[in-house]
């Protein structure tokens, strides 16, 4: 996979991230569940506010993003044009070679061993610390509205595939 796959709308993106494998630290899972963010017009949106999340929204397609809500972090891949605020979180994995919970955004992290040191990382420019790599797909995805968001865009910007067990909520 190149850069170029993450320079593109998030939606896009979080679509397409489905079925794809996450490998970290020898430990490998399938994607089964992402969400799509944008920049400031979004009302559930990092960007909204000035910071560093929003800062990181801005940079390069591929960044990893992470950072703690509830006492758990949660991991996302910018997207689109440097400069204009987008990004996809993974909420839910499917462990391929380990036991752990992956159906939740938290769960996942630390299943996997995500925290706040992959933060700003890219993932073209780490290989080995983090990875994803193409998987066969044959499976169906649903669309719905995003999780714990309140106002919530007119869109739906959840994506997941379909009757799997790993999803966080069907």
Same mark, same amino acid.
């Given at each position: 996979m190149d850069k170029e796959f993450f320079v593109r709308d998030a939606e896009i993106v979080?679509?397409?991230? %489905?079925?794809?494998v996450i490998c970290i630290n020898g430990k490998k899972a399938k994607i089964v569940e992402t969400e799509a963010y944008f920049g400031s017009?979004?009302?559930? @949106?990092?960007?909204?506010?000035?910071?560093d999340l929003r800062r990181t929204m801005l940079m390069d397609a591929g960044t990893v993003?992470?950072?703690?809500?509830?006492n758990n972090w949660l991991i996302n891949f910018v997207t689109g044009e440097k400069g204009k605020? @987008?990004?996809?979180l993974i909420r839910a994995v499917e462990p391929l070679n380990f036991k752990g919970k992956g159906n939740g955004p938290g769960l996942l992290t630390k299943a %996997?061993?995500?925290?706040?040191?992959?933060?700003?990382?890219?993932?073209f420019n780490d290989k080995g610390y983090l990875? &994803?790599?193409?998987?066969?797909?044959?499976?169906?995805?649903v669309k719905s509205f995003r999780i714990g968001v309140k106002n919530? %865009?007119?869109?739906? &910007?959840?994506f997941y595939v379909k009757d799997n067990e790993f999803v966080s909520r069907r």
């Open positions: 979080a679509k397409e991230l %489905l079925g794809k017009e979004d009302p559930a @949106s990092r960007a909204r506010q000035n910071g993003l992470v950072y703690g809500v509830h605020a @987008s990004a996809v %996997l061993g995500i925290d706040k040191k992959f933060h700003k990382k890219h993932i990875d &994803l790599r193409d998987r066969k797909k044959d499976f169906e995805i919530d %865009l007119d869109r739906k &910007l959840r």
